[in-house]
């Protein structure tokens, strides 16, 4: 992801401090920083497949499993079939506690 303006650049910025704050485990900070990053793609502002890859991170990490679906099925049509099976297994990768279909997350990332 090579920054070829301004806007990309600062993007790119923000990217790598969400991913800083996901690192030293404050998922909340990381995805105010990531949501940033997501709203200022336009024309001129390239975001590459590691936003979303971070968002579904951190959902996971916070425990939204249907959260984490919803930004498969949306960001990886060729996944939808699989996207249950999916979460699944990543939730018992990680030692997520189950969620129930429907939840409200109060701390998800609802800008997807």
């Not at 971070?54 to 949306?74: F, N, V």
Request: include cysteine; aromatic fraction near 8%.
């Amino acid at each position: 992801w090579f920054p070829h303006s301004l806007p990309t650049a600062r993007a790119v910025l923000q990217y790598n401090l969400a991913v800083a704050f996901a690192i030293r485990g404050e998922l909340e900070k990381a995805g105010d920083t990531l949501k940033q990053v997501w709203l200022s793609k336009n024309v001129s502002c390239d975001i590459p497949v590691h936003v979303i890859m971070l968002a579904l991170y951190i959902e996971l990490q916070l425990g939204h499993a249907d959260t984490s679906r919803s930004i498969i099925k949306q960001h990886a049509p060729q996944y939808r079939c699989s996207a249950a099976f999916s979460i699944a297994s990543l939730t018992a990768l990680l030692r997520l506690p189950g969620t129930q279909a429907g939840e409200q997350h109060k701390n998800s990332l609802s800008w997807w």
